[in-house]
């Protein structure tokens, strides 16, 4: 049969494959690997779906899905490519000026927007201030829309007429709430909005006025990349690209941590189901040895025999992995139906990538993990026809550990999964698999000693585990992973999600106060305390620009689209504090002291921005504050809790370094339900006040970890199963060896029920050793999540000591029945054939 046409040869290799197909390791392969497809399928289509609803939702507090804005307007070729690109379009121009009436003037916030405003969300406003809101609409030619605090401060009422520059507009209703302000809280003037169409008859705008132009977009995400990566490449320096990840910390925040807790448990789930691929090949290639030979003295060559056995997989894994799309299909739809009722009423279909790339898993899993074990039945000798005890070469160690750490990589690659979160799970897992397993080699060995004395069905079942150490220890540490992987993933359901949330109370601040004068600092505070209201503490604040880095242009520093070129194109808002402010901690450096150090004052910068300016301690910063130079030493960095809804600033300075110049107060405060009249109360006592509104902010965070909590108990299910594929893998493994001992011992005389003793003693042991390894490797990783993957703090779980007790029932009971064929089988029928 020598130079067998390939289409013979996959014949026969279907035909074996079908022959085989109740084999115990081919169902157990084909289980593996369809779980694995499935949860890599369902967690990708599940991730994609639930991202992109939490990304249409925040792109509410954009106003849009993409925001191009820049100090000049929009080239006609970047509007034209969008269009090109089938996107909606809106334009805003944002700018500062005097509203001038017969009562006075007053600085204020102008905002022009098109008939097309805005994209996502909606305006609110009411016919008269503090009156009832009412959704949608916008200004008409002619009208002009307010806050309440312009109207207090220039003694107007609806219906009166202001002057914006030359044109003269008609008050018609109070500006209650803008879905693209809430990423800007320190708006210091009243808003003015107006209708594009009365812009140029202001005739406010001139060459050199400082003026935002903002281009929105929305439309399908596709052309939305599409349009972006076009636009990139040719963005002036004045200009740069906005979506909802960069235009709220907390909500691109939230997102990140959301996508990492649900990769984490994606790349539990699929490891799981890469180890028991690995088992089960294994012993695939050790039952086809013979046939091999056999397959060899037929004629077929040594490169036609492994490209059979190669064939069989290959099918197998097709049929596994399209069935393993299909239902992780099915699966994600079924969630999503449960969850109708608390995700967003429009979620966006997943695409087909995400069952192809759950495909793809499938077989790079098979080909990492598979593919060792295969290789040996090429090498097998013609001559183990005759001779049962010749065994094939052993591929190259190098090899075997090459091809599974290649398609981990893989995995993680397609996954997406940072290096510290990948790191944190793998090193923490193999840490406490070296040093458990060598001390469960050394627990065996000591064993011996006391087996003398033991009853029967011990010395049977420490004899099996004794017989052979490495495989036992190899056993224990599988399924020690199982039960590692549930741990971690209970772990991630109750703790890690539960101090998340708790990072997020309920009375977080849901109001934040902002221009606050300093003659009305004590009385503010005094009325939120009557009020019962938790409040942070009112901090001064400065609009002031960076300007200079050790003398050097801050603009020479910074890269393109970075938080240090965002932090630098726009005024920050400044402050000063005696004390770290809460939810912030120093990460480098030291706060000053009681008593002002010589020379330049101290400023305090957050660690990111400082990366990204590549800033370090001793450096010189200038600033330039109401047309004046100031400069600082940088003393310290600090993490920043953005998510925190504190008030949270880039640059806090010394004590007593800009006292001497203009200075509003800042706070946010949280007010219970209900309590709508005192919000108008202190409105209407304070009306140079700005309060806003940030509880649909809150609430989308909390629906966020409701989400991702609800996710992560659905990744559990496929955890479990994966799981056991890989006991049941493992309990394959030994099956014929297990079978000819039982056929052996019954031959002697020993009854069924010693040897089911015998088992569970065996499996009760491998069980126990194996919960002391899941308790160590999770904390371990615990430890290794908590401080350097998700920024929380760590402490001891005792809950895991119940993990032994754990595992010596459930492995003990699997190990049980999944060896019972070793004590069905007939005696007189496995020693005819051994």
Same mark, same amino acid.
């Given at each position: 049969?020598?130079?067998?046409?390939?289409?013979?040869?996959?014949?026969?290799?279907?035909?074996?494959?079908?022959?085989?197909?109740?084999?115990?390791?081919?169902?157990?392969?084909?289980?593996?690997?369809?779980?694995?497809?499935?949860?890599?399928?369902?967690?990708?289509?599940?991730?994609?779906?639930?991202?992109?609803?939490?990304?249409?939702?925040?792109?509410?507090?954009?106003?849009?899905?993409?925001?191009?804005?820049?100090?000049?307007?929009?080239?006609?070729?970047?509007?034209?490519?969008?269009?090109?690109?089938?996107?909606?379009?809106?334009?805003?121009?944002?700018?500062?000026?005097?509203?001038?009436?017969?009562?006075?003037?007053?600085?204020?916030?102008?905002?022009?927007?098109?008939?097309?405003?805005?994209?996502?969300?909606?305006?609110?406003?009411?016919?008269?201030?503090?009156?009832?809101?009412?959704?949608?609409?916008?200004?008409?030619?002619?009208?002009?829309?307010?806050?309440?605090?312009?109207?207090?401060?220039?003694?107007?009422?609806?219906?009166?007429?202001?002057?914006?520059?030359?044109?003269?507009?008609?008050?018609?209703?109070?500006?209650?709430?803008?879905?693209?302000?809430?990423?800007?809280?320190?708006?210091?003037?009243?808003?003015?909005?107006?209708?594009?169409?009365?812009?140029?008859?202001?005739?406010?705008? &001139?060459?050199?006025?400082?003026?935002?132009?903002?281009?929105?977009?929305?439309?399908?995400?596709?052309?939305?990349?599409?349009?972006? &990566?076009?636009?990139?490449?040719?963005?002036?320096?004045?200009?740069?690209?906005?979506?909802?990840?960069?235009?709220?910390?907390?909500?691109?925040?939230?997102?990140?941590?959301?996508?990492?807790?649900?990769?984490?448990?994606?790349?539990?789930?699929?490891?799981?189901?890469?180890?028991?691929?690995?088992?089960?090949?294994?012993?695939?290639?050790?039952?086809?040895?013979?046939?091999?030979?056999?397959?060899?003295?037929?004629?077929?060559?040594?490169?036609?025999?492994?490209?059979?056995?190669?064939?069989?997989?290959?099918?197998?894994?097709?049929?596994?992995?399209?069935?393993?799309?299909?239902?992780?299909?099915?699966?994600?739809?079924?969630?999503?139906?449960?969850?109708?009722?608390?995700?967003?009423?429009?979620?966006?279909?997943?695409?087909?990538?995400?069952?192809?790339?759950?495909?793809?898993?499938?077989?790079?899993?098979?080909?990492?993990?598979?593919?060792?074990?295969?290789?040996?039945?090429?090498?097998?000798?013609?001559?183990?026809?005759?001779?049962?005890?010749?065994?094939?070469?052993?591929?190259?160690?190098?090899?075997?550990?090459?091809?599974?750490?290649?398609?981990?990589?893989?995995?993680?690659?397609?996954?997406?999964?940072?290096?510290?979160?990948?790191?944190?799970?793998?090193?923490?897992?193999?840490?406490?698999?070296?040093?458990?397993?060598?001390?469960?080699?050394?627990?065996?060995?000591?064993?011996?000693?006391?087996?003398?004395?033991?009853?029967?069905?011990?010395?049977?079942?420490?004899?099996?585990?004794?017989?052979?150490?490495?495989?036992?220890?190899?056993?224990?540490?599988?399924?020690?992973?199982?039960?590692?992987?549930?741990?971690?993933?209970?772990?991630?359901?109750?703790?890690?999600?539960?101090?998340?949330?708790?990072?997020?109370?309920?009375?977080?601040?849901?109001?934040?106060?902002?221009?606050?004068?300093?003659?009305?600092?004590?009385?503010?505070?005094?009325?939120?305390?009557?009020?019962?209201?938790?409040?942070?503490?009112?901090?001064?604040?400065?609009?002031?620009?960076?300007?200079?880095?050790?003398?050097?242009?801050?603009?020479?520093?910074?890269?393109?689209?970075?938080?240090?070129?965002?932090?630098?194109?726009?005024?920050?808002?400044?402050?000063?504090?005696?004390?770290?402010?809460?939810?912030?901690?120093?990460?480098?450096?030291?706060?000053?002291?009681?008593?002002?150090?010589?020379?330049?004052?101290?400023?305090?910068?957050?660690?990111?921005?400082?990366?990204?300016?590549?800033?370090?301690?001793?450096?010189?910063?200038?600033?330039?504050?109401?047309?004046?130079?100031?400069?600082?030493?940088?003393?310290?960095?600090?993490?920043?809790?953005?998510?925190?809804?504190?008030?949270?600033?880039?640059?806090?300075?010394?004590?007593?370094?800009?006292?001497?110049?203009?200075?509003?107060?800042?706070?946010?405060?949280?007010?219970?339900?209900?309590?709508?009249?005192?919000?108008?109360?202190?409105?209407?006592?304070?009306?140079?006040?700005?309060?806003?509104?940030?509880?649909?902010?809150?609430?989308?965070?909390?629906?966020?970890?409701?989400?991702?909590?609800?996710?992560?108990?659905?990744?559990?299910?496929?955890?479990?199963?994966?799981?056991?594929?890989?006991?049941?893998?493992?309990?394959?493994?030994?099956?014929?060896?297990?079978?000819?001992?039982?056929?052996?011992?019954?031959?002697?005389?020993?009854?069924?029920?010693?040897?089911?003793?015998?088992?569970?003693?065996?499996?009760?042991?491998?069980?126990?050793?194996?919960?002391?390894?899941?308790?160590?490797?999770?904390?371990?990783?615990?430890?290794?999540?908590?401080?350097?993957?998700?920024?929380?703090?760590?402490?001891?779980?005792?809950?895991?000591?119940?993990?032994?007790?754990?595992?010596?029932?459930?492995?003990?009971?699997?190990?049980?029945?999944?060896?019972?064929?070793?004590?069905?089988?007939?005696?007189?029928?496995?020693?005819?054939?051994?």
């Amino acid at each position: 049969m020598a130079g067998l046409p390939l289409s013979r040869l996959m014949s026969l290799s279907v035909r074996q494959l079908l022959r085989d197909a109740r084999a115990g390791e081919l169902r157990v392969l084909f289980f593996a690997l369809l779980v694995a497809v499935a949860a890599s399928t369902a967690i990708g289509y599940f991730g994609a779906r639930l991202n992109a609803a939490m990304l249409l939702r925040a792109t509410e507090f954009l106003g849009a899905d993409l925001v191009l804005q820049g100090t000049t307007p929009a080239r006609p070729e970047q509007i034209r490519l969008g269009r090109e690109q089938g996107l909606n379009h809106a334009r805003v121009v944002e700018f500062a000026s005097v509203v001038a009436t017969d009562n006075g003037i007053q600085l204020s916030s102008i905002k022009a927007v098109d008939d097309n405003y805005p994209l996502r969300g909606q305006l609110k406003s009411a016919a008269q201030p503090y009156g009832e809101e009412t959704a949608g609409g916008r200004p008409e030619p002619g009208q002009a829309w307010v806050e309440s605090r312009l109207l207090a401060a220039l003694n107007l009422k609806i219906g009166d007429s202001i002057d914006v520059g030359n044109k003269t507009l008609h008050l018609a209703r109070v500006l209650t709430y803008e879905p693209d302000r809430a990423g800007n809280f320190y708006s210091l003037t009243p808003r003015v909005m107006i209708n594009e169409a009365d812009l140029a008859a202001t005739g406010v705008i &001139q060459p050199g006025s400082r003026v935002t132009f903002r281009e929105l977009w929305s439309g399908k995400p596709t052309a939305l990349a599409a349009y972006a &990566q076009t636009v990139r490449a040719g963005l002036a320096p004045n200009q740069r690209l906005q979506d909802a990840r960069d235009g709220n910390q907390q909500i691109g925040g939230a997102l990140s941590k959301a996508e990492r807790y649900l990769n984490l448990a994606s790349l539990v789930a699929v490891l799981l189901s890469g180890v028991a691929v690995a088992l089960s090949a294994s012993r695939f290639a050790n039952r086809r040895f013979d046939a091999s030979a056999l397959l060899r003295c037929l004629g077929l060559s040594r490169r036609e025999v492994l490209l059979s056995f190669c064939i069989q997989l290959t099918v197998l894994g097709v049929l596994a992995c399209v069935s393993g799309a299909v239902l992780g299909w099915l699966a994600q739809l079924g969630l999503f139906k449960l969850l109708q009722g608390l995700l967003p009423s429009v979620v966006p279909g997943g695409g087909a990538l995400p069952a192809l790339a759950g495909i793809g898993t499938g077989l790079v899993a098979l080909a990492g993990f598979a593919l060792p074990p295969l290789a040996a039945l090429g090498r097998v000798p013609p001559l183990r026809v005759l001779r049962r005890d010749l065994l094939p070469v052993p591929p190259s160690t190098w090899l075997v550990y090459g091809l599974a750490v290649l398609a981990l990589g893989l995995i993680m690659w397609r996954l997406s999964l940072d290096l510290v979160l990948t790191f944190a799970l793998l090193a923490g897992g193999a840490v406490a698999a070296v040093l458990l397993g060598g001390v469960l080699l050394l627990a065996l060995q000591s064993l011996r000693r006391v087996l003398a004395g033991a009853t029967l069905p011990w010395r049977l079942g420490l004899g099996q585990l004794l017989r052979h150490p490495l495989a036992a220890a190899g056993q224990s540490l599988a399924f020690g992973l199982i039960l590692l992987s549930m741990a971690l993933i209970a772990l991630l359901r109750g703790e890690l999600l539960d101090t998340w949330q708790n990072q997020l109370p309920k009375d977080a601040p849901n109001y934040f106060a902002l221009n606050i004068l300093p003659s009305d600092k004590d009385s503010f505070a005094q009325r939120l305390s009557s009020y019962s209201a938790r409040s942070a503490p009112l901090y001064p604040v400065i609009p002031g620009r960076l300007t200079a880095v050790n003398g050097e242009a801050v603009r020479q520093l910074v890269t393109k689209d970075s938080r240090g070129e965002q932090a630098t194109e726009r005024d920050l808002s400044l402050t000063w504090s005696a004390d770290v402010p809460p939810g912030n901690s120093l990460s480098l450096g030291q706060w000053w002291g009681a008593t002002p150090a010589p020379g330049l004052p101290g400023v305090s910068v957050e660690a990111k921005l400082a990366n990204s300016l590549k800033l370090k301690l001793g450096d010189t910063l200038t600033f330039n504050i109401g047309g004046s130079e100031r400069q600082a030493k940088v003393t310290s960095l600090r993490d920043v809790h953005w998510d925190s809804f504190q008030p949270n600033f880039y640059m806090i300075f010394q004590p007593g370094t800009l006292t001497d110049l203009p200075t509003t107060y800042l706070t946010s405060f949280y007010l219970a339900p209900g309590h709508d009249q005192q919000v108008v109360e202190l409105a209407r006592a304070f009306p140079a006040v700005t309060l806003l509104q940030v509880e649909a902010l809150l609430e989308q965070l909390r629906s966020i970890l409701a989400q991702v909590t609800l996710a992560v108990e659905y990744v559990l299910l496929f955890v479990l199963a994966a799981g056991m594929a890989v006991l049941f893998s493992g309990l394959q493994a030994t099956l014929d060896e297990r079978i000819r001992q039982g056929a052996l011992l019954r031959a002697l005389g020993a009854e069924r029920r010693l040897l089911v003793k015998a088992r569970r003693i065996e499996f009760g042991l491998l069980g126990a050793a194996s919960g002391v390894l899941a308790a160590v490797g999770t904390e371990l990783i615990s430890l290794a999540l908590y401080r350097y993957a998700f920024n929380l703090q760590w402490h001891p779980h005792p809950w895991l000591l119940m993990l032994p007790l754990v595992g010596a029932l459930l492995i003990g009971g699997a190990g049980v029945f999944g060896t019972r064929r070793a004590l069905n089988a007939s005696p007189l029928a496995v020693l005819r054939d051994s």
